[in-house]
């Protein structure tokens, strides 16, 4: 059936033959790739996509004036990431389709396929960035400006991959109600025993830059108690993170890391690091980084570093429309709950969109990660549950 | 005078505009240049420079059957390094050499300039490795394997500089003694208040790669208690070393760092990290880096994660030939003191080559560092210096 054959059909693009993960960067080749992909899937059903001047994708099944339903979700990765986070909602928008019309719906309102790009800011660090830009919530003049590891401007990184920027941005009038399926990133609904549930709310979450600056110096003939030794206040600050994550019930990590010069025989002159850290409300995210950041700065004292901490982006909680949850979860008996991951859906959420999550089970509960999976009967209720969602959302005199 | 004009033709090659720091790996234009250099030197001079298969150069002032003394360097850097560590050595030998004439010195026995390649070990990872394939302490065998980080090979890095290594390596036959002089990377003689030392030792010391094992993940989602991350097994490990070489006034020193995926939202799958620990013995190295491997396998057990620790390049305690040491300290008062970095001298004494040392002083002991430097005085003391202790290992009739 056609979620498998599109599921194969991605399979191979983008992946590592060495850890079997995935790496689909924006504006690289595999996302080129993937876009066109999109734009074919969305052809063979007679849909017209859009394609704006950065990426973002959308099309649209009816016209009309009344307010339509988007669902989509994105087709990027993280680095060595996983098949689901992200191409099963844009896989599972497009089966869904399908059902409504093998049942012969005929929605009262147009339903849109949407696909957002850089989603997990793997490549220039800022998470949602396509749906940001689109909702408002970060502007152009500001993006342009990032640059990524390889120090390529966002700009440059558009234009090389054939888009035109001062093309525009996709507009989201049409959007009435917004609703993305994505993989379960945690094992609520395993613990649970059900293949499906709707989202409640997204923690609070962001990114935060520490730069400890220290003295390169020689690695061997530098007294220990001569250094200034940058790594050294990073490492307890690392575990100082885990702590105070593990004391408030949180989540802190430092999973990325740049040391100069990074040679074997020299103490550090620069250690920066990158700080993920999420809480269950606004005050305990800033409580938990407060304290984080002052454990750090004692070290620094004590090492003889310097500390800058820098906030890269930071988003507040997102509580999806309950009443809209609520609705919805009705129709399957399914559970609704929070999620710790940030998506577009927050984005366009916090943008005053009315919006929902349908989350698949993952029976690991393994995330960002070559490991992650679902199983592909789950993956089919989803689709069936995303069906019945968007069948609700626009049979005519219903609310969108 | 000859040894400004040198120093100040130098200046410019692979340095960094930003941080002002040195960039002279192996097998780079940047090496090259030094390498043609240093052959302009030589011609200037009215030597021959010879050059073997990987790039290590020496260059015969006088000929006939006795055995010869050698001096010399090296010509690259770490990544973002010094000025003065390796070239001072070249420079002051081409210099000494100008010296000797210009007192109407005749040798009774040949005086060689040589430079080896790949002091640092910076680019494939392996210190010393020039010197090491002449002396035999390293096969060609084994080290045309090596990578550097960007996967290349030894042997294509060799090959991509216009080097044949078949052509074979230079011969240690004609040298009877081998002399480096060195910026001192350390206090001692900054606070001795004298300009120039001689070498009693060179600390046991090497490189140890950990790999840390865990397992990707969601940063976001991953509750702390399901995690096994590797980062924090690597931070425990790397406040451990340093504290283990506190404990033992020895050194330890993590300063390279590569992590997988390298992820701001992802739990890593992998730490690789490099430690490099010296010690005063044999025995305290042993200790001292087998009580920081027991350190981290307790911590692995605690975090799920597996540590594989692999020694990439172990030197036991060099003794530079004591009598020797003794006489040539006697031409200056020079102090005699020990150095915890590793030199190409050796290398070459662990050969059964009679080697001496001599260092000059840092007026701030740093060393692999933008701010390493040495006062242009004591740089000419050095260069009077080496004159004297060549002159006294060639004069006639004396032992070499």
Excluded at 135 to 148: S, V
Excluded at 239 to 261: D, Y
Aim: aromatic residues 6%; charged residues 20%; negative net charge.
């Amino acid at each position: 059936m056609a979620f498998e054959e599109m599921w194969r059909d991605l399979s191979p693009v983008g992946r590592s033959a060495s850890s079997g993960g995935y790496f689909r960067q924006p504006w690289t080749s595999a996302e080129g790739e993937l876009r066109a992909w999109f734009a074919e899937e969305c052809a063979a059903r007679g849909l017209v996509v859009e394609t704006d001047g950065i990426g973002n994708q959308v099309a649209w099944w009816g016209d009309g004036d009344l307010p339509g339903v988007l669902t989509g979700s994105h087709l990027d990765s993280v680095l060595d990431g996983g098949a689901y986070d992200g191409p099963l909602g844009v896989v599972s928008a497009l089966a869904a389709i399908d059902t409504l019309r093998a049942r012969g719906v005929q929605p009262g309102r147009p339903i849109g396929v949407g696909v957002f790009v850089e989603e997990e800011g793997s490549r220039f660090g800022r998470a949602c960035l396509g749906s940001r830009l689109v909702a408002g919530a970060t502007t152009w003049e500001e993006a342009r400006e990032l640059r990524d590891r390889a120090g390529v401007f966002l700009a440059d990184a558009v234009a090389a991959a054939g888009l035109d920027p001062s093309a525009g941005l996709l507009s989201l009038d049409r959007v009435g109600t917004f609703v993305e399926l994505h993989v379960e990133q945690g094992r609520d609904l395993v613990d649970r025993d059900v293949p499906v549930g709707l989202a409640s709310e997204i923690w609070p979450h962001g990114r935060w830059r520490f730069d400890f600056a220290g003295q390169a110096n020689h690695a061997g003939t530098t007294r220990m108690e001569d250094r200034h030794d940058p790594m050294l206040t990073y490492a307890m600050t690392a575990l100082a993170a885990n702590k105070q994550a593990r004391l408030a019930e949180q989540r802190a990590t430092f999973g990325r890391i740049a040391v100069e010069p990074n040679g074997t025989n020299a103490v550090p002159s620069l250690v920066t690091a990158w700080l993920d850290a999420r809480a269950s409300s606004n005050a305990a995210l800033a409580d938990m980084v407060a304290a984080i950041e002052r454990q750090a700065e004692d070290r620094a004292g004590r090492d003889g570093t310097a500390l800058v901490v820098t906030p890269e982006s930071v988003s507040g909680s997102v509580a999806f429309d309950a009443d809209l949850a609520t609705r919805l979860a009705g129709l399957g008996g399914w559970p609704v709950i929070p999620t710790q991951a940030g998506h577009d859906a927050g984005i366009l959420s916090d943008a005053g969109i009315p919006t929902a999550m349908v989350f698949v089970r993952n029976p690991t509960g393994v995330s960002h990660s070559p490991d992650e999976r679902a199983e592909t009967a789950d993956c089919l209720a989803g689709v069936e549950a995303l069906a019945d969602v968007l069948a609700e959302l626009t049979r005519s005199g219903n609310p969108a």
